[in-house]
């Protein structure tokens, strides 16, 4: 069986960038093999939107679905990822329409180069696009990004159109060297009872 798999998740360490006021991550042994007598035993403490990762309803909606209640259909599927490198602004006039089968959008800006670094700027998403999705049965989108929404954002415009549109979000997926087309997606979360996010790991595979 000739599968491809494109791994499009950032790496977790203590260097990775954290949403800024955010827990950074941190990986560390609690106890050694030496110690132990038999084996390493390792911690994490971190944001539960550390890297890549999804967001719960919950995230911005007291009422909305946490991760363990998430369909996980959603992040099981025909993804199409669409270039949109070089937008300031991105509209749903900007989106190609999807191929059939395709639930999931994967938004390419290519503005996020060097991930030891939070990004300083990326582009507006319109919220015409949260709509874009529901009539296009289009389920997940997915950014290069840290957010649908910018850092500076307390309305979250985007995060509360899709929720009204009941569409699910994806972010900081690494596109850098995936080209347009269509691909299979997993990107499942960790089963977290009550919590509002979930770093995935998330491929692409053709």
């Known amino acids: 069986m000739n599968r491809k798999i494109i791994d499009i998740s950032m790496e977790l360490s203590n260097d990775t960038p954290q949403w800024p006021g955010d827990r950074p991550f941190e990986y560390g042994l609690t106890a050694t093999k030496e110690e132990s007598g038999s084996v390493n035993v390792g911690e994490v403490k971190t ?12 995230h911005y909606d007291n009422d909305g679905l946490t991760i363990d209640e998430m369909p996980l259909e959603v992040y099981l599927s025909r993804a199409q990822v669409m270039d949109v490198t070089g937008l300031n602004k991105i509209t749903s006039d900007d989106l190609k329409k999807p191929e059939e089968g395709v639930t999931t959008v994967l938004l390419k800006t290519g503005v996020w180069k060097d991930r030891t670094k939070f990004p300083e700027q990326w582009p507006v998403f319109d919220t015409s696009i949260a709509f874009w999705l529901k009539e296009n049965g289009i389920r997940l989108l997915g950014v290069d990004v840290p957010s649908v929404d910018q850092e500076t954002s307390k309305d979250m415009e985007m995060h509360q159109a899709m929720n009204r549109e009941d569409r699910y979000i994806l972010e900081s997926v690494v596109l850098d ?30």
């Not at 009550?194 to 692409?204: D, F």
């Open 47 to 58: 944001s539960t939107h550390m890297g890549t990762h999804i967001d719960a309803p919950f």
């Open 177 to 206: 060297d995936v080209a347009e087309g269509v691909y299979e997606l997993i990107a499942l979360p960790l089963k977290i009872k009550g919590a509002e996010g979930s770093p995935v790991r998330a491929i692409l595979h053709t």
